[in-house]
T-cell receptor, first 115, second 114 residues
Framework: KNQVEQSPQSLIILEGKNCTLQCNYTVSPFSNLRWYKQDTGRGPVSLTIMTFSENTKSNGRYTATLDADTKQSSLHITASQLSDSASYICVVSGTFSGGYNKLIFGAGTRLAVHP | DGGITQSPKYLFRKEGQNVTLSCEQNLNHDAMYWYRQDPGQGLRLIYYSQIVNDFQKGDIAEGYSVSREKKESFPLTVTSAQKNPTAFYLC?????????????FGPGTRLTVL
């Protein structure tokens, strides 16, 4: 079954600290993996996208890693800010029979950054 | 929210009513999608359209209907047959290269059944 599991479900950190969010997936065949940031009551916004051949990608203070062999990804946030408080969603894209491309969404990790 | 608008932001529906959620994009994207988001769950695909005048059911299409008469517009109707419609609805469109195939999301519509 194609699934994306994220951990932890929620996380509280102090402003200025680093944190790492985890994503494990069983989607096959694999096309790419994305991390989205979703503020409360808003639509998700893309942070990074990685294909099979990429094992790390950065976007400012956000760094995503991908291990396609173990089917794991992580999102590392450096020097957290209050504005980082949001849900972070891991999404895996698979290309299935007939060229149909489908996104499988994780349930997200809710991050709260406290002053 | 990158060129995709959804309206209204909040919508209230009475039992037995049909309601229509609007989604418009000015990104010149061919493909558009509707997702439903419930607390503690990943987004689930309702309907998608790869081209004008064509659309396909997603994983949870029952109780919903769509149309795609224009490239820019992909409205979603939540019918009275949808028994649990209270949720956050997200529209997306797809662009970018074949490898990345990125979807861009609108700001969402929160639907509540009274």
């Amino acid at each position: 079954k194609n699934q994306v599991e994220q951990s932890p479900q929620s996380l509280i950190i102090l402003e200025g600290k680093n944190c790492t969010l985890q994503c494990n997936y069983t989607v096959s065949p694999f096309s790419n993996l994305r991390w989205y940031k979703q503020d409360t009551g808003r639509g998700p916004v893309s942070l990074t996208i990685m294909t099979f051949s990429e094992n790390t990608k950065s976007n400012g203070r956000y760094t995503a890693t991908l291990d396609a062999d173990t089917k794991q990804s992580s999102l590392h946030i450096t020097a957290s800010q209050l504005s980082d408080s949001a849900s972070y969603i891991c999404v895996v894209s698979g290309t299935f029979s007939g060229g149909y491309n489908k996104l499988i969404f994780g349930a997200g990790t809710r991050l709260a950054v406290h002053p | 929210d990158g060129g995709i608008t959804q309206s209204p932001k909040y919508l209230f529906r009475k039992e037995g009513q049909n309601v229509t959620l609007s989604c418009e994009q000015n990104l010149n994207h061919d493909a558009m999608y509707w997702y439903r988001q419930d607390p503690g769950q990943g987004l689930r695909l309702i309907y998608y359209s790869q081209i004008v005048n064509d659309f396909q059911k997603g994983d949870i299409a029952e109780g919903y209907s769509v149309s795609r008469e224009k490239k820019e517009s992909f409205p979603l109707t939540v019918t009275s047959a949808q028994k649990n419609p209270t949720a956050f609805y997200l529209c997306a469109s797809r662009g970018g290269t074949v490898s990345y195939n990125e979807q861009f999301f609108g700001p969402g519509t929160r639907l509540t059944v009274l």
